[in-house]
């Protein structure tokens, strides 16, 4: 590989990794909201189902559209 | 309304599909540049990526004048992400020119280079459109503050760019300019698909974005709401 | 239309009777730029040129600008006065008018004074350097106050004026290095009077979104 082929590689990876970047920043915000939704339902004396435990960082399943049902 | 649900997953589908043929063209069929050689063919990221935070820019304000028209509060989240993936766009447009102009002048700074003193302007600038979101309350009065903000942005890209040009003449008198010989159909060619790939890319994550804030602010009423 | 300029006139009276009473924006700005001028003189090495010290000349009207514009919304934010002018039956606009009119008027006095101590201490000013310092007067005026007007409503207040504000005042700043240090100081002033011209037509009609909710 000559210098500026790197250089033109590197320009590429750059762009693709901002965007892994962004993937991995918004993995960590789904958890957070994930986590919010269950300390949300289990203040309210939700029992879910099919979340015997919010011990599992639970899925988007658990939506705030199932909260505000109650 | 089922195009606007699915308006995320396809402007994904669509970013993979053009991204993944721009970058196979820009790599392997596109013939070097008969002036810049094989380092042109950053071009084929570079340029798509600025021109994309422009359109970012552009989209953050037609929503903020939109939310000045109509105070429509839905308005002020989608200018702010708009601005938000400008910002990000801005910042490759940024690494992307800064590895360019080492390939072509051996330097990572070049001031002599209008189109990056611009981002860097335009860089500044909308980090302080978050320093003034971060630190004042939620509320219509941020929304409208905010959106006004964006709307001076986009006067400023080309009173900026004006004011770059001027101050060429006696910060570098030296123009280097990247016009050179027109471009070929094959790389005009390859230009759009990356163009194509990239304003997709920046409709899919705008879309992302847009929901994973929305899902914030729904949870944050609904605890305020039942604390 | 005369209703208008009569409510710009009270309001802007009321701004210069308060300084005029209370002397707490102008004297400073007036310390801070010879302070400036005297510090930039130890800054520069005995061979940089005298465009260099133009350059800074035009920092230090900027700082002093900004200094001038974090105190220009103080007295509505302590009494909560920004509330009832708000309410007061006359056009938001012209509360910017008026703030608008204030600040430039502290400007030019702050210029007053730095323009003759820059000529004695570095080098004599001409007729450019004068003309591009009116026209960017009246945008550091339209631009800042409306931006004052957005800082005074968060919570960090003076630490957030100028980061909105230095980007904004490149253009200015490149308009008036070049009036004053190039050839042909035309075209820059005719940028610095289209500057002028697209921010404050455009601070006049947003800064009613600003004040109000």
């Not at chain 2, 409709?203 to 949870?219: I, M, N, S, V």
């Not at chain 3, 940089?48 to 230090?60: F, K, T």
Request: proline fraction near 4%; aromatic fraction near 12%.
């Amino acid at each position: 590989m000559t210098t500026a082929e790197k250089y033109v590689t590197a320009a590429y990876l750059v762009v693709l990794a901002v965007v892994l970047l962004y993937v991995v920043l918004y993995a960590f915000r789904m958890a957070r909201l994930a986590r919010q939704v269950d300390e949300l339902a289990e203040s309210h004396g939700h029992r879910d189902p099919a979340h015997p435990q919010a011990a599992v960082p639970a899925t988007p399943r658990a939506r705030p559209a199932r909260v505000t049902r109650q | 309304m089922s195009l606007r649900n699915n308006a995320g997953p396809a402007a994904a589908l669509g970013a993979f599909a053009f991204l993944l043929g721009g970058v196979a063209l820009a790599f392997y069929w596109v013939p070097d540049d008969a002036d810049q050689g094989f380092s042109q063919r950053i071009f084929y990221i570079h340029v798509p990526v600025a021109l994309t935070a422009y359109a970012c820019f552009g989209w953050g304000a037609w929503k903020a004048l939109r939310l000045l028209w109509t105070r429509d509060q839905r308005y002020d989240l989608e200018s702010y992400t708009a601005v938000h993936m400008g910002v990000i766009f801005g910042v490759l447009t940024l690494v992307t020119g800064s590895i360019w102009a080492k390939i072509s002048w051996g330097v990572w700074w070049s001031w002599s280079e209008q189109q990056l003193v611009l981002f860097l302007v335009l860089f500044l600038f909308y980090s302080a459109y978050f320093m003034l979101r971060y630190s004042t309350d939620p509320g219509p009065r941020r929304a409208s503050m905010s959106a006004v903000y964006a709307l001076f942005g986009v006067v400023l890209i080309p009173v900026s760019f004006l004011a770059i040009r001027l101050a060429e003449n006696f910060i570098h008198p030296v123009v280097f300019t990247r016009d050179g010989p027109q471009m070929e159909g094959t790389m005009f060619l390859t230009f759009c698909v990356c163009l194509a790939g990239v304003l997709a890319l920046a409709t899919a994550l705008y879309q992302t974005e847009l929901a994973g804030k929305r899902l914030d602010e729904r949870l944050r009423e609904l605890r305020e709401a039942l604390a | 239309m005369s209703a208008y300029l009569g409510d710009v006139v009270v309001l802007a009276r009321k701004d210069l009777l308060l300084e005029l009473r209370a002397r707490d924006t102008v004297p400073a700005m007036l310390l801070f730029v010879v302070s400036a001028l005297v510090v930039f003189r130890f800054s520069l090495p005995a061979e940089a040129s005298d465009l260099a010290a133009v350059g800074l000349l035009w920092i230090a009207v900027v700082f002093t600008a900004l200094l001038g514009l974090t105190r220009a919304f103080a007295a509505e934010r302590e009494q909560r006065l920004l509330d009832g002018l708000v309410l007061a039956p006359c056009d938001r606009s012209a509360i910017w008018l008026a703030k608008s009119a204030s600040v430039l008027a502290f400007l030019v006095l702050a210029e007053a004074i730095a323009l003759p101590a820059f000529a004695l201490f570095f080098a004599p000013v001409g007729w450019e350097t004068v003309a591009a310092f009116a026209l960017a007067d009246l945008g550091i005026a339209a631009v800042g106050t409306l931006l004052a007007a957005m800082a005074a409503a968060s919570r960090a207040r003076e630490l957030l004026l100028p980061l909105l504000f230095l980007p904004l005042v490149i253009p200015i700043v490149v308009g008036g290095v070049g009036a004053s240090v190039q050839a042909d100081p035309g075209r820059y002033l005719a940028f610095l009077g289209l500057y002028d011209l697209v921010f404050a037509i455009l601070a006049w009609a947003s800064f009613e979104y600003v004040v109000t909710e």
